[in-house]
């Protein structure tokens, strides 16, 4: 494994953070992602309004935060479901808050970022079921949003990307295409890419095991919508996009998912960050590629919005 100079830079930097009153294991790493987002995801940028609320439902609510673009009409705006990684066991609104805020700018759409329920506390299937149900509710009160039902799309990267892709199996319909950013798509963890990164970078196996443990009941083990390399109906999914980091134990997972859709004929391009390690898209503070992922992700998204091109 040969690493930039950059990549090295961040590793090093990673090795040195040390999340501030740890409580256990979990606490631990829900921290450490904390930390890493904001010390390495760079400045901030700014958006036109940033929208907090609860999506009420029998025993619980979802918390939803909406990102609004910059220099954008508030009114029949396309708009991205965004779901954010975390090994199912972390990540929120800080953690993705710079990731999102570019794809609003970017893309010129509104995005709608998912605080799912977490494992353990909510194993599967509860983040997936706030996924739906946030899409749904979407739909359903498009107007009052200001939101074009005909141009939504979905991207979810890591754990995200799982969900992003069980949701796409069950209510594409309601999508003009879906990006995947290093998604964690097989709980086996025996790739040749899982041998060669057992260790890191970023992600270890040990780690994957305990979160997979948390997330995924004994019960569901084999449960498609919960791991995607075992969807065989992509009867509902839309263009597809899925970004790839070299450096990544997720990579021939990733690979695999992406023969899968191939196979069924689901319209595909797989795209591979060359040198990247999982969690690139955070580190926008030293790497260009963070901003490159953003612009493809963005061509895509306005190469499959219908009509878009004319209000850009």
Not at 88 to 99: K, L, N
Request: glycine letters at 6%.
């Amino acid at each position: 494994m040969q690493l930039t100079h950059k990549v090295i830079q961040i590793l090093d930097h990673l090795e040195k953070i040390q999340p501030f009153n740890v409580k256990d294991s979990l606490d631990g790493t829900r921290k450490y992602l904390e930390a890493m987002s904001l010390q390495l995801s760079g400045k901030k940028e700014s958006v036109a309004l940033i929208e907090e609320f609860n999506i009420p439902k029998e025993n619980h609510s979802i918390p939803v935060r909406i990102y609004r673009p910059k220099g954008k009409d508030t009114q029949n705006t396309s708009a991205i479901i965004y779901i954010h990684g975390g090994w199912f066991i972390a990540g929120g609104y800080e953690t993705h808050d710079a990731v999102a805020r570019k794809l609003a700018n970017t893309t010129s759409s509104v995005i709608i970022f998912v605080d799912y329920r977490l494992a353990p506390e909510h194993p599967f299937p509860a983040g997936f079921n706030d996924c739906i149900d946030t899409v749904e509710w979407v739909v359903e009160n498009a107007k009052t949003l200001g939101i074009d039902t005909n141009n939504i799309g979905i991207i979810g990267d890591s754990a995200g990307g799982a969900l992003a892709t069980a949701v796409s199996t069950q209510i594409g319909k309601y999508f003009k295409f879906q990006v995947l950013i290093y998604p964690a798509a097989d709980n086996s963890l025996n790739s040749e890419s899982w041998k060669t990164y057992e260790n890191g970078p970023v992600l270890n196996k040990p780690g994957g095991v305990e979160a997979w443990n948390h997330y995924l009941p004994e019960h569901e083990a084999d449960n498609p919508l919960a791991i995607p390399v075992l969807i065989k109906d992509f009867k509902e999914t839309p263009a597809t996009l899925i970004i790839l980091a070299e450096h990544d134990p997720l990579i021939d997972d990733g690979k695999q998912l992406s023969e899968n859709m191939k196979n069924a004929g689901v319209p595909l391009h797989t795209s591979l960050y060359k040198d990247m390690i999982h969690g690139f898209m955070h580190m926008g503070e030293i790497l260009d590629e963070t901003q490159m992922a953003i612009d493809e992700m963005a061509s895509f998204a306005h190469q499959n919005f219908e009509n878009i091109q004319e209000n850009l």
